[in-house]
């Protein structure tokens, strides 16, 4: 008998070719479902809640798995963490109905980017440093910008599926500052490939004057623009949580 489990992962995405599985190249997914058949003794799969690109961290990325009901949730968080790498964690594991969706179910995620104006090499593989001074009052007026529902056509990388759309609604968009780290926090009921990325390498293109703000307001209210929006790197950007 098997049944169904919300696990939640934390990683470092630095060494993984992204979250999916896929035929060439280190994967987070790929990683959790060997560990798991190893300790089950047979193939086990698991559903995330969508995916993150190469490079991008998580501090509670959510998926689900059905499995056997031979082992108590401690059992299984320890059997975990000897087996995982040192790059990633089941932080959490619970019971729950059968008809449970990591992905279907959740009505939103928070996601973090993390910028700096200079180098540092302990924040090298978590942020982007830009290595210019940027206007913060800049930042939070095109953060303001971003709250509400928007076709994001021209912050993302289209879905593979023609039908899909590029709408998503915000209700978390703003800047703050921590010991020197600018951190842009953002809340949406669904994400788009390189969404976040591209908002903040559009936003803080107009904070460091190389775009104009007329231009991120065109790029965010218009039809599919020729030039999309700047994107930052995948290593400053942190899923943080997701609600059900």
């Not at 959790?32 to 998580?58: M, N």
């Not at 940027?134 to 289209?158: K, Q, T, Y």
Request: proline share 4%; charged share 25%; aromatic share 10%.
């Amino acid at each position: 008998m098997n049944n169904r489990y919300k696990l939640t992962f934390e990683y470092d995405g630095t060494n993984f070719n992204g979250w999916q599985k896929q035929p060439e190249g280190r994967t987070v997914q790929d990683v959790i479902e060997k560990a798991l058949s190893t300790f089950y003794q047979e193939q086990i799969e698991i559903v995330g809640q969508g995916r993150t690109d190469a490079g991008v961290h998580a501090k509670e990325q959510v998926a689900h798995a059905d499995l056997p009901s031979l082992y108590s949730l401690q059992r299984i968080l320890r059997a975990m963490a000897g087996l995982f790498p040192e790059d990633v964690a089941l932080v959490d594991a619970k019971k729950m109905d059968d008809d449970f969706h990591a992905r279907f179910h959740a009505k939103s995620r928070i996601y973090q980017y993390r910028v700096l104006e200079r180098q540092s090499p302990i924040m090298r593989n978590f942020s982007w440093s830009v290595f210019k001074p940027v206007s913060v009052a800049l930042l939070d007026e095109c953060a303001g910008m971003i709250l509400g529902e928007h076709d994001f056509i021209n912050f993302c990388i289209p879905p593979d599926i023609s039908e899909m759309t590029t709408l998503c609604t915000i209700q978390q968009s703003f800047w703050r500052k921590e010991e020197g780290v600018l951190i842009y926090q953002i809340e949406g009921n669904r994400f788009l490939r390189h969404l976040v990325r591209r908002l903040v390498g559009a936003m803080v293109q107009v904070a460091d004057g190389t775009l104009q703000f007329n231009d991120f307001q065109q790029l965010l209210v218009t039809q599919p623009a020729r030039r999309k929006a700047h994107a930052a790197p995948a290593k400053g950007l942190t899923l943080m949580s997701v609600s059900y």
